[in-house]
């Protein structure tokens, strides 16, 4: 079960990640959009 329980971390971490990329992402390109 533990592999299970850091798998879901794993890719909890990698949605986080993705989406705090994809979020600044969008902020930059509005800011140079401006």
Known sequence: MQASSLLN?????AIAFAVA???SLTLKYKT???
Do not use: H
Not at 9 to 13: A, E, F
């Open 32 to 34: 140079d959009a401006e």
């Open 21 to 23: 990329f994809a979020l």
């Open 9 to 13: 971390y794993i890719i909890g971490m």
